[in-house]
């Protein structure tokens, strides 16, 4: 099994900033891309930012500038720093991740449970 835990979600004044964080573990052979979403009440889930296990970053237009994607691959880490926050950034956040598990030729997308962002006016 592989398991996704975000952390690092909470209350934030707009302009604020903050460190998201989701370390994947379980029986993992190798990750691929990492991904962070979110979900505002009544909205869709949408994309936020992703990188590949080389590096290469991407990002939602209404983030650009504003957040950073990282990872560590060593601890099987992603993190997404959030500067200048907005009220309309408010949203659960999700990570997610093309996991390769041990003794598995297939890449397989797995999601954590999503940690709340609240930004307040």
């Known amino acids: 099994q592989v398991q996704l835990v975000e952390s690092g979600g909470g209350l934030v004044q707009a302009g604020g900033s903050l460190r998201l964080s989701c370390a994947a573990s379980?029986?993992?052979?190798?990750?691929?891309?990492m991904r962070w979403y979110r979900q505002a009440p009544g909205k869709q889930r949408e994309f936020v930012a992703t990188i590949t296990s080389g590096g290469i970053t991407n990002y939602a237009d209404s983030v650009k500038g504003r957040f950073t994607i990282s990872r560590d691959n060593a601890k099987n880490t992603v993190y997404l720093e959030m500067n200048s926050l907005k009220t309309e950034d408010t949203a659960v956040y999700y990570c997610n991740a093309d996991v390769q598990r041990l003794r598995s030729p297939f890449t397989t997308a797995y999601w954590g449970q999503g940690t709340q962002v609240t930004v307040s006016s």
């Open positions: 379980g029986s993992i052979f190798s990750i691929n891309a």
